[in-house]
């Protein structure tokens, strides 16, 4: 199971034709994935399983854990499709009929219980999970390399035994005569046969391969579906449909060489097709960044902290006098803190959320890369206020990893995220703020930047910069 939207990419790209995928229909969540040995298919997973594996893929959604009947998606993993448009984490069908639907009225504690008490975090880095997936490959291969030698050793002697019969003399009444040769080549006929049948017996690697797949890595441009592709998640087979020039491009490809200078020639095709797909990918992701930054610096004004600091002191005011006039239910409250913080503690894990439910305290530790690629972490300590979250956000009262001169313009920020971005009554506060500092500080920092009191990854004599002002105003650029 992917604890964000990152490790939930990594599982999709190395995941295992094994592998059955479940998630929440209709809402976010993690993506969960049930390992089945290679002689099961999904009809053979037993119901109490099935059960099992909803209710954490429930419990692991921002919204789902905290709603009733709640819709739980499940295939196999060879059945998602991924494309290069697609956001991190997302990811379609290639058949939606494949797919089956289970529903879950309520959280069963005593099944939650159970899995979070033999929970153990394991291969979550995406090289991990790419040798694991090649070794797996591999020994397909080599297993599927030992039935053919098997095969052909044996075929091959009972050939030899075959042959040394009908080239014994045999006695007639003419004497002692050999064997037609006509004997011997129907014999060896038939012997080629069986191999051959024996040979398509034999599984094959690849097999699942869609035919308009490989025309599209081989073709790329030249090879049109005849009916678009779905806007959703449906991807159908279809054909291929190409007119003559395209014909005669296709054939100029395939007619260079024959057998093994025919295969070479349409790998070498086929990678130089990927090649130029990831390289427009990587210009389109480039434009994109490009007209974030521009957009974000058109934003960009002075004063931008003191402005986020009046809006936040305006909010805080307005809330507070609500408080005052509609006073909150504190028992509703504290039953919403309760699944939020058994919430984050399931997503994050215990290494990296640290829940104290006496004290209404969480301690979050947020990973990210800077603007350099190095990796940085703010910690965040939080205490869940009486009027959260009917009224006012959690009190951020301590930040780790954070500039002292920064800390200030974080917590405005932070509950900026709160008053102003409209946040889905489902929504889990401290998870937006998570997401926020990794996206929005962290991200847009530079090296040797945020190092300030309590940050463990600071380097000595190492002297803060001012961060960008930009990421201070990034709720009126989402408003405009």
Known sequence: MGRDKYENESLIAYGWPEDLWFHVDGHSSAHVYLRLPKDQAISDVPDDIVVECAQLTKLNSIAGCKLNNVKIVYCMWSNLRKTGDMATGQIGFHDRSACRYITIEKRVNEIVNRLNKTKLED?????????????????????????????????????????????????????????????????????????????????????????????????????????????????????????????????????????????????????????????????????????????????TRPGARGAAHARAAAATRAAEARVTAEPPDVEANVQAQDEEMMVLGSIFGDQDCEVEPEARAVRLAVHGPDQSGAD?????????????????????????????????????????????????????????????????????????????????????????????????????????
Not at 176 to 185: A, H, I, K, T
Not at 250 to 267: D, F, P, R, Y
Not at 388 to 393: F, M, V
């Open 123 to 299: 291969h979550n880095d995406p090289v991990e999970l790419y040798e694991l997936r090649k070794a797996r490959d591999r020994a397909e291969v080599d297993a599927g390399k030992d039935a053919t030698r098997g095969l052909f050793r044996n075929l091959a002697l009972e050939r030899e035994m075959e042959r040394a019969r009908l080239a014994t003399r045999v006695e007639t009444v003419y004497g002692w005569e050999n064997m037609d040769e006509d004997e011997l080549e129907r014999a060896d006929q038939e012997q080629m046969d069986r191999i051959m049948a024996s040979m398509a017996s034999l599984p094959a690697r690849g097999r699942s391969v869609r035919e308009v797949d490989l025309c599209a890595d081989l073709f790329g441009d030249l090879a049109e579906p005849r009916e678009p592709e779905p806007e959703n998640d449906v991807v159908g087979g279809g054909q291929v449909d190409l007119t003559p020039d395209e014909l005669a491009a296709k054939a100029a490809i395939i007619g260079v060489g024959s057998g093994a200078n025919q295969m070479e020639t349409l790998v070498q095709v086929a990678h130089a097709r990927r090649a130029e797909a990831e390289a427009r990918a990587r210009s389109k992701a480039e434009d994109k960044a490009r007209r974030k930054e521009e957009a974000e610096a058109a934003t």
């Open 376 to 480: 940085r972490t703010v910690t965040v300590h939080i205490r869940m206020v009486p009027a959260y979250p009917s009224h006012t956000p959690p009190d951020c009262y301590r930040l780790e990893g954070v500039d002292a001169s920064d800390v200030a313009h974080v917590q405005d920020a932070l509950r900026l995220v709160y008053f102003e971005n409209e946040l889905d009554p489902n929504a889990v506060c401290v998870m937006q703020w998570a997401d926020w500092i990794r996206d929005e500080y962290i991200a847009k920092q530079m090296r040797g930047e945020g190092g300030g009191a309590g940050n463990a990854g600071a380097r000595p004599g190492v002297h803060a910069k001012a961060p960008r002002e930009d990421w201070m105003d990034f709720s009126m650029a989402k408003r405009k």
